[in-house]
């Protein structure tokens, strides 16, 4: 079965500074690799997806991820953060093979300062 | 439509009380969800449908009972619930249940409240 570690579990970035959350997965194989974001008291939205090919993947709102196979991990980045990017960020990882569904990741919570 | 709809958006209950969350997507999707997330903790599966029947239950109290009376329909009915279950709950919809069929489209839930 799949399951994905992210280590840290609040980061405070400040505006316009950049930003990396990480998110790193156990599998057997390469697994489909995603991001969500969600702000309080609302549900989930897609950042971004790995399925195949180009290692990095450009997403919504300015964010882009990495996978790195040798290192099991699938990144999340952004050049320069804005107040409106303070949420909960959670990677999700999902099994190649059959069926199943998704496995989310505790979660980071990013903070931004002024 | 590239939506889930989730109704109502804030539900306040007795522990006797009977009551349905609802849930409705029109983008095709032939697998529906239902998460329970409680407050700082990731989504929590409780059951999943696909092609309008019951695939997954993840040994969830008889007191949340899932119904999808068409595919573009979700609903979750409560009944005797405790405070504990004082949650938000998630529906999301993907096209499947495998491989590329993932990205799930969530709603944006309905608070509950059990008093």
């Known amino acids: 079965a799949q399951s994905v570690t992210q280590p840290d579990i609040h980061i405070t970035v400040s505006e316009g500074a950049s930003l990396e959350l990480r998110c790193n997965y156990s599998y057997g194989a390469t697994p489909y690799l995603f991001w969500y974001v969600q702000s309080p008291g609302q549900g989930l939205q897609l950042l971004l997806k790995?399925?195949?090919?180009?290692?990095l993947v450009q997403g919504i709102k300015g964010f882009e991820a990495e996978f790195k196979r040798s290192q099991s991990s699938f990144n999340l980045r952004k050049p320069s953060v804005h107040w409106s990017d303070a949420a909960e960020y959670f990677c999700a990882v999902g099994a190649r093979r059959g069926y199943s569904t998704l496995t989310f990741g505790k979660g980071t919570m990013l903070l931004v300062s002024p | 439509d590239t939506e889930v709809t989730q109704t109502p958006k804030h539900l306040v209950m007795g522990m006797t009380n009977k009551k349905s969350l609802k849930c409705e997507q029109h983008?095709?999707?032939?697998?529906m969800y239902w998460y329970k997330q409680k407050a700082k903790k990731p989504p929590e599966l409780m059951f999943v449908?696909?092609?309008?029947?019951?695939?997954i239950n993840e040994s969830v109290p008889s007191r949340f009972s899932p119904e999808c009376p068409n595919s573009s329909l979700l609903n979750l009915h409560l009944h005797a619930l405790q405070p504990e279950d004082s949650a938000l709950y998630l529906c999301?919809?993907?096209?499947?249940?495998?491989?590329?069929?993932?990205?799930?489209?969530f709603g944006s839930g309905t608070r509950l409240t059990v008093v």
């Open positions: 999301a919809s993907s096209q499947g249940l495998s491989g590329t069929d993932y990205g799930y489209t």
């Open positions: 790995y399925f195949s090919g180009d290692t």
């Open positions: 449908y696909s092609y309008e029947k019951l695939s």
């Open positions: 983008m095709g999707h032939r697998a």
